[in-house]
């Protein structure tokens, strides 16, 4: 799992330098007219909630947990932005990725261990028994 989460790091850092490489050699566009800024623009505290109706998909501790991660997912898409240090109690990018992925292994396991270990077991006592 952490070889997993640190390949998923070095190959967001390696697209992160290419992005920025790719910006600094390429010509700045002459009008700001053709150019969409994405930070600016209505934020989410600006959604009326009663257009949403009361039936929310997350409850209020989840949906400010994945703010929290998105915000600092747009802070680390910044070229020039250094990432910001997770303090004790907060929920991390990562820590994130494992409960998400938590259900899934475990359904893959339930799905798959079973059949996998009895392979195994049946092989390995086929070739202890044609050995004595």
Do not use: C, H, Y
């Amino acid at each position: 799992m952490e070889e997993i989460l640190s390949s998923i790091k070095r190959i967001i850092a390696e697209d992160n330098r290419r992005e920025s490489a790719a910006r600094s050699s390429s010509a700045a566009p002459t009008s700001n007219d053709s150019v969409l800024e994405l930070t600016e623009g209505d934020s989410v505290e600006d959604f009326d909630r009663d257009e949403a109706g009361d039936d929310d998909l997350l409850d209020t501790a989840n949906a400010e947990a994945l703010s929290a991660s998105l915000s600092a997912l747009a802070t680390l898409a910044e070229p020039s932005a250094k990432p910001k240090i997770v303090r004790s109690g907060e929920t991390s990018i990562e820590q994130l990725l494992r409960e998400m992925l938590r259900p899934m292994l475990k359904e893959w396991l339930n799905q798959n261990l079973p059949p996998l270990v009895e392979s195994m077991v049946r092989k390995e006592i086929q070739r202890i028994t044609r050995k004595g």
